[in-house]
C-alpha cells in the first residue's frame, strides 16, 4: 500500500506563491512518475504538472506554464509543487498522485494512488 500526504496549501493574494509538498510513504518506488491536480468548485479535476520517474521529463498545463514548477527528492520520498505568481482561479483543491506508468500522463485515470488534497486560494 502507498500513502501520499500533501501539505503547504493556504491563503495567499494574488502574485503571492506557494509551495505545495507530497510525503510519499508505504510500498514505494521510484520508478514511477508523479503528478498533480487540481479540482475547483463545480469544476472536473484537471491536470496541472507531472514529472517522469527520473525527474528528466515534466509537463505543464498551458495555464501554469512558467509559473509552476514540478520537482522530486528522492531520497525524502517527497514530490513539490512549486507555484509562483498566483491567480485567483488558480484557487482550487491541490491533489498529488502517483502514475501506473513511468512518464508523466495528463490522465487521472493513469494515476493509482492519490492524497487527500489540500486547498490552495489566491484573493484578489
Given at each position: 500500500q502507498?500513502q501520499?500526504?500533501e501539505?503547504?496549501?493556504g491563503?495567499?493574494q ?5 509551495r ?23 469544476k ?5 504538472a ?15 506554464k512558467?509559473?509552476f ?22 484557487t ?8 501506473i506508468?513511468?512518464q ?17 486560494t489566491?484573493?484578489?
Amino acid at each position: 500500500q502507498v500513502q501520499l500526504v500533501e501539505s503547504g496549501g493556504g491563503l495567499v493574494q494574488a502574485g503571492g506563491s506557494l509551495r505545495l509538498s507530497c510525503a510519499v510513504s508505504g510500498r514505494t518506488s521510484s520508478r514511477y512518475a508523479m503528478g498533480w491536480f487540481r479540482q475547483a468548485p463545480g469544476k472536473e479535476r484537471e491536470f496541472v504538472a507531472g514529472l517522469s520517474w527520473n525527474n528528466i521529463n515534466t509537463d505543464y498545463a498551458d495555464s501554469v506554464k512558467g509559473r509552476f514548477t514540478i520537482s522530486r527528492d528522492n531520497a525524502k520520498n517527497t514530490v513539490y509543487l512549486q507555484m509562483n505568481s498566483l491567480k485567483p482561479e488558480d484557487t482550487a483543491v491541490y491533489y498529488c498522485a502517483r502514475s501506473i506508468h513511468g512518464q508523466a500522463s495528463r490522465r487521472w485515470d493513469d494515476y493509482d494512488y492519490w492524497g487527500q488534497g489540500t486547498q490552495v486560494t489566491a484573493s484578489s
